[in-house]
């Protein structure tokens, strides 16, 4: 997807429209996306969960996992994404925050296929920012938030050594195999090890909840190689 | 004579001190109050001499075990990334004349021998650069790894190159705050001796005596203990290895050329050779050379030439700091309840970075051999010596191999290196076997080598690609497993060539974000 990214105005774009109607047609071929830690627990009840490195920082971070491989987002092609959890990260799309030297400022991909002048809901009314860019702003300035308490609960991880590897061995009902690796969870067992005052603390903020969450959504695996063995057959 | 051993004292610092004290500490639990005590006498007064910045590949275990960050010790120490050494102008002393000696072992290496080969196809490639990816990262000076590669773990094999001051530091303060070790800060100005000739303390100025069952010398030359105490003899070793003097400088790097080379560079001279060293905030460079061969005027000159290269006219204001090395080995390193590491026990030229490994494998080998009482000290002791004497003269065979391989006839250092009055026996029968063969896993096969047969295949072929007679190749299965293998080789330089960093980029980001431990 190309990306050219400008700082919104109500001059320069009071024409504006981004399509909303079948709007995620776009991520019809992608198999991950990145979540903020406030979403985890409401998009852990229809996709696996698991932390994956950045291949630039090598930090971790929470993923939702749509495919088992490259481009493959089951979930659109057995159609249930509409009525999967659609996160921030998707649903923000085609804004962006951009740094400026001062604050944040709000920027639209205007390579965008769904940004255009004729349908969907328009960003200005009479040079005024419309509720649905309003919304559109507390949105990506929650995942904005978001990334960053990811990178608290990340560390407060890490500082146990509570992430672990996991290898998923795949085997589909034709007879093919995969291996997924790069993906990595958080450890039941060191959890089960850790100071009773860290275990209060994790308590107090959601991160029990939320790595329960996690290390539950892995089920849905055998979900996505179900659909697929379905999707196949047909 | 059955007292269970307790307690290790371990006179000196530095890398030695530091490295014995925490593999000894870190292995025999002593942070809790029924394991091993460590204490180390550190003198306040005594300067540390960084011995060589390049280590091992062995250094990630070594870290790894004393229970150490691989960012924490790479933010700390100044570290980059060492992916082998490349000898310029060793073989011919030609401007292009050069080998590598990667760190990663030759494709399939535990499966076939791909010497005889590539000796019969080389395809136009050098040995190393047919045989393994390494070489050619290096060339393009390309990380070892990536960011989400975990602690400690490799694409490519990897040492490092590292700022030994700091490294010292960085040790004592691990050893202290995480692996308890007690730390004395005193001079030591003497031994309390018992009748069968052990040491029961050490006298020290500032805080009376400090006794022990086992007592470490890392106390550097002065060798206070197995020296100094014990007048174990130390063994020139100059007739073979040349080498005695050293003259070191520090570069910063030129503005807009800062990359990083993930690999040293030796580049031979008339009477010795040049280090190039790349670490994250400067370089290290200096001339060691033998002063039966040239003298130190004409040695400066020497490295202000090879500098000016770099860093142009700037090359003229710089200030040489003089070393001597004194090449040798101790008659013995343990006797009674005392056992020499690092310079103490002995000390060669740093063509191969032998210095941190040797400590690395004397601290490994104590720790793992512990005597469990005074009783099997001795047998511990004599086996110690047996392996630590083996040890050094592999790396001696080894070091020596570098110069009588060489072609050149330029300069009496050169062609004297090659007068068989100056190799060691055990050498010459090496060169003789491999005159009809490669060197293979038989020729070294003790537990712990320091040096495997693969390296002695790199410099070997490096810098004499036609040594080995040709041998007739009989067997049609291997000769297509070869050229898998050589295939194989092919397809992962070109992958790695794609993905891997720079090696500047991979430790800014190391500094930045770090590794993860999994």
Known sequence: MNINLEKVSSQKHHQLKVATDGRHQNNASIHLCHLALQEISAAAAYYPIFLLKDSDTGQFQPVALFGLDIDENIYQQANLWNKCYQPLKLTTQPFFLVNNEAAPELAINVSDPRVQNDVGEPLFEASNATVYLKQQAASLSDLTQGFVLNNVFINELSKYDLIEPVELDIAFADGQQRQLDGLYTVNREMLEHVDALTQQQFEKSGYVKIIADMLGSANHVKVLIDLKNQLNKN | ?518
Not at chain 2, 123 to 129: A, E, H, Q
Not at chain 2, 447 to 471: C, H
Request: net charge negative; glycine share 6%.
């Open chain 2, 1 to 518: 004579m059955s007292k269970p051993l307790r307690h290790v004292v371990i006179v000196g610092g530095g890398s030695a001190g530091w490295i014995t004290a925490g593999s000894i500490a870190a292995m025999h639990n002593s942070a809790s109050n029924d394991g091993v005590q460590v204490t180390l006498i550190e003198s306040p007064d005594v300067n540390i001499i960084g011995v060589g910045e390049g280590t091992w590949p062995t250094m990630r275990t070594t870290l790894q075990k004393m229970g150490i960050s691989e960012t924490q010790f790479m933010r700390e120490c100044d570290v980059s990334f060492k992916q082998g050494a490349k000898f310029a102008k060793w073989v011919t002393g030609d401007e292009d004349d050069f080998y590598y000696h990667p760190l990663v072992l030759p494709e399939g290496y535990f499966e076939l021998d791909l010497y005889k080969y590539w000796q019969q196809d080389n395809r136009g490639k050098s040995f190393s650069d047919a045989v393994c990816f390494q070489e050619q990262l290096c060339e393009k000076g390309l990380a070892p790894k990536l960011i989400t590669s975990p602690e400690y773990a490799a694409v490519a094999n990897y040492a490092y190159h590292l700022d030994a001051g700091k490294f010292a530091d960085f040790l004592k303060r691990h050893c202290i705050n995480k692996l308890g070790v007690h730390y004395i800060s005193a001079h030591v100005d003497g031994v309390n001796s018992i009748d069968t000739g052990d040491i029961a303390s050490v006298i020290t100025r500032e805080h009376g005596d400090i006794g022990g069952d086992l007592f470490v010398d890392c106390t550097g030359f002065s060798a206070l203990l197995i020296g100094k105490h014990y007048n174990v003899p130390f063994i020139s070793k100059k007739d073979t290895l040349f080498i005695d003097t050293a003259l070191a400088v520090q570069i910063p790097y030129e503005e807009g050329d800062n990359d990083i080379a993930s690999h040293t560079i030796s580049t031979a001279q008339d009477s010795g050779w040049i280090w190039d060293i790349g670490l994250p905030s400067r370089r290290g460079v200096g001339h060691v050379y033998s002063s039966a061969h040239t003298d130190q005027a004409s040695a400066e000159q020497a490295l202000k030439a090879y500098l000016h290269q770099s860093i142009g006219d700037k090359s003229n204001e710089l200030n040489f700091r003089k070393i001597d090395i004194n090449p040798g080995v101790r008659e013995k390193f343990w006797v009674n309840n005392c056992v020499a590491v690092g310079m103490a026990a002995g000390f060669l030229e740093p063509l191969e970075a032998s210095a941190l490994v040797m400590i690395e494998l004397a601290a490994t080998t104590i720790s793992e051999q512990l005597p469990a009482n005074r009783q099997t000290m001795d047998i511990v002791a004599k086996q110690y010596n047996q392996r630590f004497n083996y040890n050094w003269d592999r790396i001696i065979d080894f070091l020596k191999l570098h110069y009588i391989a060489s072609k050149r006839e330029d300069t009496a250092f050169w062609r004297d290196n090659r007068d068989p009055k100056t190799i060691p026996q055990s050498l010459q029968d090496l060169m003789t076997l491999w005159q009809h063969r490669p060197p293979i896993e038989y020729d070294f096969s003790h537990k712990r080598e320091v040096f495997s047969a693969a390296s002695y295949q790199y410099v070997l072929y490096g810098m004499d690609f036609n040594f080995t007679n040709p041998s007739v190749i009989r067997n049609e299965n291997e000769t297509k497993f070869a050229q898998r293998l050589f295939k194989e080789n092919d397809k992962k330089t070109e992958q790695y060539l794609k993905a891997l960093p720079s090696n500047r980029e991979l430790i800014d980001k190391v500094v930045e974000f770090g590794f993860s431990k999994v």
